[in-house]
């Protein structure tokens, strides 16, 4: 019963005036519920709430859920934090906080960690969170080297596109499932996907695209791919890619040491 009222509580919480009794309840559950399946539940339901990311109390409470024991509840709560990064209240905490879970166990954790670490990092942190993601780029996992890609792109490492060049080899799918039961019993699943089409060098790919963005006409154009024609247009492109950087690497800052 309580499973199916968590899931029914967006029609009361996604709404212009959020139902303020129900937020509070699950955000009560997120930090204190004995069942990881509810927390989790309960961050995807206050998730749906209207501006969730300015208030105090939600944050606070999914502050607390970064330090949960199971990585599915704290991979849910990054994941619902990557798209409001940059409006989110207390900054400051949760760059600390995911700062730490780039040694998390958990491959999704490390990866969405290496990404909102990025997003939260103030200017004079920048520098310091770039040096610590880096060497992530080796990481074992697929799905972590591709967001660590992303992670960097975010912090502008333009200095990175020279190690990042080796990485178009990396056909590698960056997908990864973390499977679990849901509070209503059902079977349930928290799904990380590097990029677009699932593969480390595409992620590679639209990072140098991202980063590259403020060099105008000497950017790097990563066009769209075509469903039909994956491997073929993502094989052209990174052809491309190395006749672009044969062009302009030389005006490119250091490769990083």
Known sequence: VLGRAIEASPNAVGVQNPDGEIVAKLTSMIQSH??????VASVEAVARAKEFHK?????????DALGDKEPYVVSSVLFRMEFLAHSIVRKPELYTKTKALL???????????????AKFAASDQ???IGKLILPMLKDE???????TAKGLATLKRIDTIHVLMGMLDDSTKNTYTIKYTKSTGEPGTITHNGSAWSRVD??????IKTMTWSMGDKKFKYGKINF???DK????????ARKWYKKHRKELPPAPK
Request: no cysteine.
């Open 228 to 230: 039909k024609t994956v």
């Open 202 to 207: 595409e992620a590679i790919l639209y990072a």
């Open 141 to 147: 996992s697929p799905f972590v080297r591709s967001s």
């Open 103 to 117: 040694k998390h166990k958990d491959e999704g954790v490390r990866g969405r960690a290496a990404v909102l670490a």
């Open 233 to 240: 247009d993502i094989g052209s492109a990174i052809k491309e």
């Open 55 to 63: 208030d105090t109390a939600v944050v606070g409470a999914l502050l």
């Open 126 to 128: 920048r520098e310091e």
């Open 34 to 39: 004995d069942s990881p399946a509810v927390r």
